[in-house]
């Protein structure tokens, strides 16, 4: 748990300041600027008031069952659905509340197990039948990173459509035009296939449908690129793609991205040491986490108006293909 001193120590200033500010006393005389810098190292440290740990015992938020869709070995290869859960769990933390894990099993979870907690945070793309199991048993629902079709359901994604049209239109700015794509048909895939077919560069042949998994773009590159059509970028669904991406290229003797650039999405840790390191968007996963315990929070507090929130994500440049200050 962070303390007001550590706050303190990383922003400069005293103790007794960091509280009178973190608990808005008005009579304090501080400056704009330091004030916002001890709300921020306050954010940064994940540190929550006694105030907010208090809103969270007083709305009876005091058990959150996180319902995964993926099992536990599934999520033990995904950076990013673990720094997801990591959110979750650090600011459930800072407030105090307990967190119980339900990952994915052939059947569905004991009933009991979410009708014993104040809350659920529904992680990944749920199926329908299991949307409605939720929705039955769970007292208050969050989904987080994928919004079901639903105007009553709160949910907290990042927005991949938008992060898919602007790495397509910086890729086609730095001169690629054959760009294929290796993962599945979500916003990702429904995107590119959308803009690629307006900017009249679309070839229902670069497109291949595979697992999100690191032997999946370990087949799926190796099939396409073995096939000697032309193509000079390939974008993947996620970084363990990219992953097995590499490896075929490698096999195939070419080289990154001097005959051919890749791209992806997560911005997991291993992408900066990936050789050479990996262009890719950044999901905000622990954001998407924090965002779903508020979401949380403010249903148990009495709000009936669901709310459907979009996180940026931005777009991180490396050597697997050219720099756009380069073209």
């Known amino acids: 748990m962070v303390t007001l001193k550590e706050i303190a120590q990383a922003v400069g200033v005293s103790t007794a300041t960091v509280s009178r500010v973190l608990n808005f006393d008005s009579t304090l ?26 809103r969270a015992n007083q709305q009876g938020l005091s058990k959150v069952a996180l319902v995964h869709f993926l099992r536990p070995d599934q999520e033990l290869i995904d950076p990013y659905y673990v720094a997801l859960r990591l959110g979750i769990e650090s600011r459930c933390a800072a407030l105090k509340i ?31 039948l299991e949307i409605a199991w939720l929705k039955r048993h769970a007292r208050h629902l ?4 994928f919004a079901p079709d639903d105007d009553d359901a709160d949910s907290v994604q990042g927005d991949l459509g938008a992060a898919m049209r602007k790495l397509l239109g910086a890729l086609v700015d730095m001169g690629y035009r054959h760009i294929a794509y ?69 096999e195939l003797g070419l080289s990154i991205p001097d005959d051919i650039a890749v791209a992806s999405f997560n911005d997991i840790s291993v ?12 999901l905000p996963a622990e954001e998407i986490g924090e965002t779903a315990v508020e979401l949380l929070l403010e249903r148990a507090g009495g709000r009936e108006l669901a709310k459907h929130i979009t996180l940026a994500s931005r777009l991180i440049w490396r050597g697997s293909t050219r720099h756009p200050e380069a073209t």
């Open 142 to 145: 969050v989904f987080a990173d």
């Open 98 to 128: 307990e967190t119980v894990k339900v990952y994915h099993t052939d059947s569905m979870p004991d009933a009991n197990l979410l009708q014993s907690a104040s809350g659920v945070i529904a992680i990944g793309r749920q199926q329908e």
């Open 271 to 282: 992408a900066q040491f990936m050789n050479p390191p990996l262009s890719t968007v950044h």
């Open 29 to 54: 005389s501080v400056t704009a600027k330091k004030r916002q810098a001890i709300i921020e190292a306050a954010e940064r440290l994940n540190y929550a008031t006694p105030r907010n740990r208090n």
């Open 182 to 250: 290796l993962g599945g048909n979500d916003a990702r895939g429904a995107t590119y296939v959308n803009w690629m077919r307006e900017a009249d560069l679309f070839d229902e042949y670069l497109v291949r449908d595979d697992s999100g998994t690191e032997e999946g773009g370990y087949r799926a590159a190796r099939a396409l690129l073995g096939e000697g059509r032309k193509i000079d970028a390939l974008v993947l669904f996620n970084d363990n793609m990219a992953v097995g991406a590499y490896r075929a290229i490698h």
